[in-house]
């Protein structure tokens, strides 16, 4: 009797210390959440980067982006997409969804980009400014003018006394610079970031009216109403504004805040 108490005693030790570990392995899981954030398609890189890191950083969350055109991320918050944040390329784009009381608070401004003239490498055409976009024979594409690197676009044109005549209108920044890439455009209005993002597969060509008003644009970004993940949301925007993220935007092109 005693030797078979002793037995059923190691055996219920056995099982207590099992069960302990197994609640501690449960508390240094961290439970498994999902950041989905809608951003702009200039952006696409440098976030897809810091997503990385902030997973890392992170355990058990996982970064999930909608990158695209500035004007449809904010008309698909503003019609209730699943998002926790918005990152746009212009103030002008974040304010629809602001004034659709879709942005708790203040969005944020932390970074700005500007436009080059997207073109091959070694410039066979002699792309010098916006002027030559107008010369014969030179095929040029632009974003659409409700997009912010359109908008840009227009502002530059306007400074510079130039109206463009396009071969197309993309609906973002990338579409532009995949034209260029391919050889189906000779010239394009991108980003700095664009073309540093190529990595010498396309050249930038720098012209004065770059730094007109309107031409440069802001970069704002806000958590969005009715998020289930508000704090991870904020502490997204705070990695993105802090010394991580600051570093990985300047190493893009970008200007930050």
């Not at 810091?50 to 991320?73: M, R, Y």
């Not at 010098?128 to 014969?136: F, Q």
């Not at 990695?239 to 930050?256: D, H, I, K």
Request: net charge neutral.
């Amino acid at each position: 009797m005693v030797g078979a108490a002793a037995v059923l005693g190691l055996a219920l030790t056995a099982c207590g210390g099992s069960d302990s570990g197994s609640g501690q392995s449960t508390q240094a899981q961290a439970p498994a959440r999902t950041l989905t954030v809608s951003a702009a398609a200039s952006l696409t890189g440098v976030y897809q980067q810091l997503g990385t890191e902030f997973q890392n950083a992170n355990p058990g969350t996982t970064v999930k982006f909608n990158f695209g055109g500035s004007d449809s991320l904010a008309q698909q918050v503003v019609q209730g997409a699943p998002a926790d944040v918005l990152a746009t390329a212009s103030s002008t784009t974040m304010n629809t969804a602001v004034q659709a009381g879709k942005i708790q608070g203040e969005p944020v401004i932390y970074a700005t980009n500007s436009l080059q003239i997207a073109v091959a490498p070694g410039n066979p055409k002699g792309i010098t400014d916006l002027a030559s976009l107008n010369r014969p024979g030179i095929v040029s594409v632009v974003c659409a003018p409700a997009v912010p690197c359109g908008a840009a676009a227009k502002a530059a044109e306007q400074a510079a006394g130039v109206t463009l005549t396009p071969a197309s209108e993309e609906q973002d920044v990338k579409g532009v610079l995949n034209r260029v890439q391919t050889g189906n455009a000779d010239a394009g209005l991108v980003y700095v970031t664009d073309v540093r993002s190529t990595q010498g597969k396309v050249q930038g060509v720098d012209f004065p009216q770059a730094s007109a008003r309107g031409a440069v644009q802001s970069y704002p970004i806000g958590v969005v109403t009715g998020s289930q993940n508000a704090d991870l949301a904020q502490s997204w925007i705070s990695f993105v504004r802090g010394q991580q993220g600051t570093a990985a935007l300047q190493q893009a092109g970008f200007v930050t805040k």
